[in-house]
């Protein structure tokens, strides 16, 4: 039942900073790892970070370590992704859900995630 809502996304130039935002309601998201995903046009739901339920731990994708970082503030039930040192590469529209922790399936695999929220779409111009 809970509801995602993505946003913080725009049009920027290389070499600019977004920090992302996934909202949380319906309910609390508090104990649960939180993945981000993107996808450009015609291509698959792409691994970007995910962070788990306490924050301890946060893994992420090779095209965007080391200008990212995953974050969570569990008392407002939301999620960030502040990305630096933005490339063209990294426009798609960017997803946020919630890990279902399967452990049959890597966590870089978008069918282990649910709740999908509408997505909000980052633009990188050279």
């Known amino acids: 039942q809970v509801r995602l809502v993505e946003s913080g996304g725009g049009l920027v130039q290389a070499g600019d900073s977004l920090r992302l935002s996934c909202a949380a309601s319906?309910?609390?998201?508090?104990?649960?790892?939180m993945g981000w995903f993107r996808q450009a046009p015609g291509e698959e739901r792409e691994f970007v970070a995910r962070?788990?339920?306490?924050?301890?731990?946060?893994d992420y994708a090779d095209s965007v370590k080391g200008r990212s970082t995953i974050s969570r503030d569990n008392f407002e039930d939301t999620v960030y992704l502040q990305m630096n040192r933005l490339k063209p590469e990294d426009t798609a529209v960017y997803y946020c859900?919630?890990?279902?922790?399967?452990?049959?399936?890597?966590?870089?695999?978008?069918?282990?995630?649910?709740?999908w929220g509408q997505g909000t779409q980052v633009t990188v111009s050279s």
């Open positions: 962070i788990s339920g306490r924050g301890a731990v946060a």
């Open positions: 859900a919630v890990d279902r922790g399967q452990v049959n399936l890597a966590y870089t695999l978008a069918a282990r995630y649910d709740g």
């Open positions: 319906g309910r609390s998201i508090s104990g649960y790892a």
